[in-house]
């Protein structure tokens, strides 16, 4: 091996360009951000072949001083932090110094800007990571920068290119992304020279109905809700909104667009229960929150987020957007749901789980433990009068989590082990065991596909069409086969196995939406939990639906069974116990 040294400067820049700047599209948000940091109200974009020949962002923000050019091209250097306080609360897009920096160690990138107080605009060129003196130039006041031939010096990441529509696909939702969220702003776009979006500034409704098109608009509803320090708005459709073409959903906290697996499971869930099969919602939320209360330099991208509370934030999202698509059922609102009890179509069952309260009538008061043990202890072995159907008790005693006696509410199942009372969050719960297994079976490289008898089609996105041609080898792994049928559809003919009740088209789409946006190999590698766990709740027990007894105890018995499973794929717990203790106490029962 050969001795430490330190990387030349260009070479470093050039690795962080790889993640910060992965393609045209990465690198056009990055410019993008910077104008609205800068204050920009009116931003023009200029693509050429898919923006690997030219990205060109003109703003009329604040611009740069001539002495500060060099700088902004240098790397770790920013006007938007000083101190780990500063980062803590970040509010800008930008925190890092870098965005730039890494583009320019990888193009030819021109800086022409000028501030409000300077008599003209002052350049600066930087190719390939030699940066030019600064020039006197012409322009208004406001930034323009110009970068041409991205990656025309690393030859490695320049093959990772698509074909131009790929990447002006990709540039072209980077664009909606950052246009979606400032309504307030002016922005164009070109590409080739002819104009694709011209959008003035406009509220925020109107924005949507201008990049999401009139009949996704149509059938948005607003939502605007405040819970402490945090504020959810924007738009969802309804759940009855039922749309051939892509699917829009896009989540932003404090104005920057993540995708996050926190918010997409609370979204998921709300929508739940309103969907009896899963369409394919779509909304633009927005996640206001105190920037303390929210990490973003988690990501090179800085797509994900991580909150203080997430419980919390989890809690907020869900019950703001259930209240809002509970209002769209027809008759329906807050009232309770009917009490759903499984046991009524199962007479045995039935006369099972009330035994125990029969039989308790005659005892003394300080008898109950001693039925219970009598009923589910060592001795016992199979209690008396469990039905055929029951799973039989694990050797060496009663089963830990005991036995099911009832559903309630359509959430909760309602067991009794030998301690009292078990409920168990029985989505949370199958949710959890479905993604351990999905995990084993991906680990062993095991995951079986199972065919569907009809192929389900699915209109799709650019990119994610292309991501199907370019990722069989991954979503084979997955357990899925794909087949890209046009640019915008896609032909779904085999999921996993273990999904098989799931939603094909709904499931397809969430994977393919992941691995158009993160790549294949990150989502088999450092994204693969997140993108089990998302899978895993494609074919989780949907909230509502009403399950037999012995579903319910084998979901008990799985439960026991599976590592980890006391808690849900997000922390909470998936069941809680409530002691005969307790429960007596309730009732003043003195033992
Ligand atoms: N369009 C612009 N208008 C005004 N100033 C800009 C513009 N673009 C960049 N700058 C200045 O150049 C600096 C460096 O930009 P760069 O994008 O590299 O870093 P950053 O935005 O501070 O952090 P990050 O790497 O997280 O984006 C910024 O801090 C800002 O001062
Ligand atoms: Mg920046």
Known sequence: MSSIHLLPELLVNQIAAGEVVERPGAA??????????????????????????????????????????????????????????????????????????????????????????????????????????????????GTVVEVRDLYFNTPARRKFLRSEATELAHCDEAFRRIALARADTAFTLHHNGRALLRLRPQPPAERVRALLGDEAAGALLDLDEAAGAARLHGFVAAPTFSHGTRDYQYVFVNGRFVRD????????????????????????????????????????????????????????????????????????????????????????????????????????????????????GARAGQPAGLPADAPAAQPGGAPPLGFALAQLAGVYVLAQNQHGLIIVDMHAAHERIMYEKLKAALDASDMAAQRLLIPATLVVT???????????????????????????????????????????????????????????????????????????????????????????NALLREMEATERSGQCNHGRPTWTQISMKELDSLFLRGR
């Open 28 to 141: 056009l948000k990055e410019l993008l951000e910077n104008s609205l940091d800068a204050g920009a109200r009116a931003i023009a974009v200029e693509l050429q072949a898919g923006g690997a020949k030219l990205l060109k962002v003109s703003d009329d923000g604040a611009g740069i001083a001539r002495e500060e050019l060099a700088l902004a091209l240098a790397r770790h250097a920013t006007s938007k932090i000083a101190t780990l306080e500063d980062l803590e609360r970040v509010g800008s897009f930008g925190f890092r110094g870098e965005a730039l920096a890494s583009i320019a160690a990888v193009s030819h990138l021109i800086l022409v800007s000028r501030t409000p107080e300077a008599r003209h605009a002052w350049r600066i060129e930087c190719n390939g990571g030699a940066v030019s003196s600064v020039e006197p130039a012409s322009g208004p006041v």
């Open 462 to 552: 650019q990119v994610e069409a292309a991501a199907v041609e370019e990722s069989g080898a991954a979503l084979a792994a997955l357990g899925f086969d794909m087949a890209a049928l046009s640019p915008t559809t896609v032909a779904v003919r085999a999921i996993p196995a273990a999904l098989s009740d799931a939603d094909p088209g709904a499931l397809a789409r969430d994977v393919l939406r992941e691995i158009a946006e993160f790549g294949a190999t990150r989502v088999l590698t450092e994204r693969r939990d997140e993108m089990l766990a998302t899978m895993a709740c494609h074919a989780a027990v949907r909230a509502n639906r009403a399950l037999t007894m012995p579903e319910m």
């Open 261 to 376: 697996k926190l918010l997409g499971h609370a979204i998921r869930q709300a929508y739940q229960d309103v969907l009896h099969h899963e369409r394919h919602p779509a909304f633009v939320l927005f996640l206001d929150i105190d920037p303390a209360r929210v990490d973003v330099n988690v990501h090179p991208t800085k797509i994900e987020v991580r909150f203080r509370d997430p419980q919390a934030v989890h809690q907020m999202v869900f019950h703001a957007l259930s209240r809002r698509l509970a209002q769209t059922r027809a008759g329906a609102g807050v009232e309770l749901r009917e009490p759903a009890l499984a046991a009524a179509g199962a007479p045995s069952a039935v006369s099972w789980a009330r035994a125990p309260q029969q039989a308790a009538i005659g005892l003394p008061s300080h008898a109950p433990m001693a039925f219970y043990d009598a009923l589910f």
